[in-house]
């Protein structure tokens, strides 16, 4: 019930495409979801957030949509750029002191 | 500003020997984690701190122990290495929940450890 589990594993995307990465929860009393975005050789950094009480949170050409009655939330980069290829995470909490993070998507955007 | 500092960057142990992955940060949080990265499986918690002088154990602490002697240190200890624990282990730190930012934690650059 703790896990977040995210899909797909890899993604290859043509620039100036959508890349769309999916996550799933079973937990609901998970009240903050942040994705984060991981360059090789570096450690991962917030992204993107949202609370459940809103449907879409929009940050440039990241958005993150929501689906509190289907427990899903979902990543989309719009017009991907090679500079967006990167390993991302979802994560999950709930007042606690500990972030689930999914299993992570690697992401490659070829020009 | 420094952020989240881990040393050593790389390191390669041979089975059964000992050392300690150093975190520093400059931020005065006080939430430190430490976390391994293994392909497919994302990121584990090993042991986290909410403060000065306590520990607790996350998702995979056996092998590993760890210390908060002063704020802005948290070590991670592998007192007898084996090669399951070869990876790539992240240190992060964050404010307390009650802070409006909410949990963002920081994350160092990573330290490469291969066990032979």
């Known amino acids: 019930q703790q896990q977040v589990k995210q899909s797909p594993q890899s993604l290859i995307v043509q620039k100036g495409g959508i890349s769309i990465i999916n996550c799933a929860y079973e937990n609901t009393a998970f009240d903050y979801f942040p994705w984060y975005q991981q360059f090789p050789g570096k450690g991962p950094a917030l992204l993107i957030a949202i609370r459940p009480d809103v449907s879409e949170k929009k940050e440039g050409r990241f958005t993150i949509s929501f689906n509190k009655s289907a427990k899903q939330f979902s990543l989309h980069i719009m017009d991907s750029q090679p500079g967006d290829s990167a390993t991302y995470f979802c994560a999950a909490t709930y007042n606690t002191d500990k972030l689930i993070f999914g299993t992570g998507t690697r992401l490659q955007v070829f020009p | 500003n420094a952020g989240v500092t881990q040393t050593p960057k790389f390191r390669v142990l041979k089975t059964g020997q000992s050392m300690t992955l150093l975190c520093a940060q400059d931020m005065n949080h006080e939430y430190m984690y430490w976390y391994r990265q293994d392909p497919g499986m994302g990121l584990r918690l090993i042991h986290y701190?909410?403060?000065?002088?306590?520990?607790a154990k996350g998702e995979v602490p056996d092998g590993y122990n760890v210390s908060r002697l002063k704020k802005q240190n948290f070590l991670l200890g592998l007192e007898s290495a084996a090669p399951s624990q070869t990876s790539v282990y992240f240190c992060?730190?964050?404010?307390?929940?009650?802070?409006?930012?909410?949990?963002?934690?920081?994350f160092g650059a990573g330290t490469r450890l291969s066990v032979l």
């Open positions: 992060a730190s964050s404010y307390p929940l009650g802070n409006r930012v909410r949990n963002i934690q920081y």
């Open positions: 701190s909410v403060g000065e002088g306590t520990t």
